[in-house]
């Protein structure tokens, strides 16, 4: 199974294309989509579209799994954040390609067995799980691969 992780974001959005047999996971392909910020909010928003549709293209995933908004510290982000996942869920959808949507919790259970892990700790444990690139340094990419691989075990163990 081919699954396509994903990361939302307005500035930033990571992805990874993981391959899954069993409990086995590959990275097949990982990186981010940044927007240029002088398209402003609509062009920013038509530029994630398009890449998302375009990894569909490539990379002809099985399923997608995205991360949900649950809670968010930052009220001035918030907005961009879900008009970005509104777009991505759009072109998954023009794509034919079904999506699930774990929150930041149940992903860092599922990665490192206690929903308040932090970004080093969910860090460590994705790299257990599958090889890193090791000129991956955005947190948005990390993340991307363990939304991916906490929608493998969830297919593979029933968690959720």
């Known amino acids: 199974m081919r699954i396509l992780g994903i990361d939302p974001g307005i500035q930033i959005t990571g992805y990874s294309i993981l391959d899954c047999t069993g409990d086995n996971y590959k990275v097949v392909a990982s990186g981010s989509i940044q927007t240029d910020k002088s398209k402003g909010m609509q062009g920013r928003l038509h530029e994630i579209f398009h890449d998302v549709m375009n990894l569909c293209k490539m990379y002809s995933p099985d399923s997608a799994s995205i991360e949900e908004v649950f809670f968010f ?65 955005l947190d948005d990419t990390v993340d991307a691969i363990a939304i991916a691989i906490c929608h493998a075990r969830n297919i593979n163990t029933g968690i959720n």
């Open 73 to 137: 510290k930052n009220q001035k982000t918030i907005i961009p954040v879900v008009q970005a996942r509104g777009v991505i869920l759009a072109a998954l959808q023009e794509m034919g390609v079904q999506s699930s949507e774990y929150t930041p919790l149940v992903i860092k259970q599922v990665i490192t067995g206690h929903g308040r892990a932090t970004k080093d700790e969910v860090r460590d444990m994705v790299k257990r799980f599958v090889e890193i690139n090791k000129n991956t340094k």
